[in-house]
């Protein structure tokens, strides 16, 4: 069963989602080089308390944390610690979310820490984030789950190989459903499946999170003895960016994004629902 949402409800992970984007605000300034993720961590928990939040990753299955802190080959849920310290270079991926009310937010970003990245670097978390926001401008009534899929991955294949010769679209991991909790019905790839049909149909008071993984090689992945951390299995570097989005009747809502998305969906034609908040 796929949760539909009231728009009272919608505004209450408005608020969750306004707290991520705090999280992220605070963490993108701390990720310098010489800071640790456990340091990153610990930003992250002060957030959260200031705003009266709760953490949805801390004890989500274990996770000992309230981020995730993919350094460089880690897609996902790299768990934060006092050893990995940050260093020119670098890129980081951090996946954080917040509860309000009962409601769920969750969003994560790539960072740059210091300077002197590869150009492919760079262009590597453009696209990651571009094929997102794809995404996200499909997220349209009456259009079906897999016509984000297919924005997704179509933006991705349109962009130019990287010298590494291809983008890897990570094939275990995807988005998801989000409300009252965080991971919910219904799945959602990052490239088009045959085997998956063409989904669930977008109504108003659908909320999804919409998060691609792309690395600078393989789509392939495997997961370290902490049961948590996943890395390309090739060793290629990875971005990873996510939003929280709610479908209204006015269109897409990016819950996790301090304007609700008006900017860069304006620049794929599509004008973000109003701000319940505002």
């Known amino acids: 069963m796929v949760q539909i949402k009231t728009p009272e409800q919608i505004a209450k992970m408005r608020e969750a989602g306004l707290v991520v984007a705090a999280i992220h605000a605070a963490t993108r300034e701390a990720a310098v080089p010489g800071a640790s993720t456990h340091d990153l961590d610990q930003v992250a928990r002060k957030v959260i308390a200031d705003h009266g939040a709760k953490s949805n990753f801390l004890g989500y299955g274990g996770f000992p944390a309230t981020i995730c802190t993919s350094v460089n080959e880690v897609v996902v849920h790299g768990i934060p610690d006092e050893k990995t310290v940050l260093k020119d270079g670098d890129i980081i991926s951090i996946d954080c979310g917040a509860i309000v009310d009962g409601w769920h937010g969750d969003a994560a970003y790539t960072a740059f820490v210091g300077g002197g990245h590869a150009p492919e670097l760079i262009e590597l978390s453009r696209v990651t984030e571009e094929s997102m926001w794809a995404g996200i401008a499909a997220m349209k009534v009456n259009n079906r789950l897999v016509d984000i899929s297919k924005a ?80 390309t299995t090739d060793g290629s570097w990875s971005s990873h960016w996510e939003h929280s989005i709610a479908l209204t009747e006015q269109g897409p809502l990016v819950l996790t994004a301090p304007d609700g998305g008006r900017e860069k969906l304006a620049q794929y034609g599509v004008e973000a629902a109003p701000d319940p908040l505002a």
């Not at 919409?210 to 789509?219: D, F, K, Y």
Request: with cysteine.
């Open 152 to 231: 997704i991955e179509g933006y991705i294949r349109r962009q130019p190989r990287p010298a590494t010769g291809k983008y890897g679209i990570i094939e275990d991991y995807g988005g998801h459903g989000i409300g009252t909790e965080m991971h919910m019905d219904p799945h959602l790839l990052n490239y088009v499946s045959r085997k998956r049909g063409k989904g669930i149909k977008l109504v108003p008071g659908v909320c999804l999170a919409i998060e691609p993984m792309v690395s600078l090689g393989t789509a392939q992945t495997k997961v370290l003895s902490d049961d948590w951390t996943v890395l």
